[in-house]
């Protein structure tokens, strides 16, 4: 424990003195993440599989702020799927452009849900998003998750169809379009999991809020068992397919990374909580305070000592 609280401050150290450097490698990485894993799931575009180009536009995104990052990975999809289907891409474009005005014109601050989402979907723990947002966010982050829940199914839709959507010559285009957004809307499975992640998300922000000990540990614990409960009802009701394996390993996953963002982010002493009481002309002020988990990191000086060589008296 005290080796991990020691790693804990020697890395807010380092990030405090490195932060110039670390954001913008913070930013290559989840770029690169992005647009490497969408030109494996969805490469329709052959220009865009080139390896320089996703790391090119990673090396872009580094100076850029997340709500751009977004956007940019936005663009980069929709060139993806202008390669198999129009009508596809016009149902994604409208809503991104539907998302950017009626949503992160007024909070930005959270868009890289928007992309962090699909792919904790495809690195098989999307069930961490709504255990780690829920700790650090407000009940207004259901939105991205949603849309990022949304984003994914209909990725997972073009890649499952991508010869039907390419050779559907029988309809007209208003017809393929309404067909398109009938299956995406009609498909269970994304429901469930917008449902899931977004009344677990709310269970998490409303449970972390509450003046008990290790409130952020129950939270995630809360948010856990809602999630499975949900997701289980809906197996049910839904008739909905879902892998328990799969499930049951990518929650253990997800529990185990909201426990090291807590410890890293939230570890706070409980055995060292106070109470303050106050008053003023208006109102009573009970506060609860509880120190955060601190250690000085250790400051080691290795002095090193050279032995003089004993001379052997001569004879």
């Known amino acids: 424990m005290m080796g991990l609280l020691v790693l804990k401050e020697r890395l807010k150290g380092f990030y405090a003195r490195f932060d110039i450097y670390v954001n913008p490698l913070i930013k290559f990485i989840f770029s690169c993440m992005a647009f490497f894993l969408m030109n494996g799931n969805i490469g329709f575009s052959s220009k865009l599989t080139e390896p320089f180009v996703p790391l090119v536009l990673a090396l872009v995104c580094s100076f850029l702020p997340y709500g751009a990052i977004s956007f940019l990975a936005s663009g980069f999809m ?52 709504p255990l780690i ?18 984003i994914y199914y209909t990725l997972l839709y073009v890649k499952q169809n991508a010869g039907v959507l390419t050779n559907d010559m029988s309809v007209n285009e208003v017809q393929k379009f309404m067909q398109i957004m009938n299956s995406l809307l009609a498909n269970k499975q994304m429901l469930l999991m917008v449902g899931a992640f977004a009344l677990a998300l709310l269970v998490v922000v409303i449970v972390r809020n509450l003046s008990v000990d290790y409130s952020w540990l129950i939270a995630i614990i809360a948010g856990t068992i809602t999630q499975l409960s949900v997701i289980f009802i809906g197996d049910i009701a839904l008739n909905v397919t879902v892998s ?31 109470y303050v009481q106050f008053e003023d002309d208006d109102y009573y002020y009970y506060v609860k305070a509880v120190p955060k988990l601190t250690v000085s990191t250790p400051d080691v000086k290795v002095q090193k000592i050279n032995a003089t060589k004993l001379q052997r008296p001569q004879r």
Not at 90 to 109: K, N
Not at 133 to 150: D, E, H, M, R, Y
């Open 78 to 129: 929709l060139i993806h799927l202008s390669g198999i289907s129009l009508e596809i891409t016009l149902v994604m474009a409208i809503f991104i452009v539907v998302v950017g005005l009626l949503y992160y014109g007024f909070q930005p601050g959270d868009s890289y849900l928007l992309v962090l989402t699909p792919l904790f979907f495809l690195l098989k723990i999307p069930y961490a998003i």
């Open 244 to 274: 328990v394996l799969g499930l049951l390993l990518g929650m253990l996953v997800s529990i185990l990374i909201s426990a090291i963002y807590t410890f890293f982010v939230f570890a706070v002493d409980y055995s060292r909580t106070e």
């Open 133 to 150: 947002v829920g700790l650090s966010g407000s009940i207004v982050s259901v939105i991205p998750v949603s849309c990022g829940v949304f």
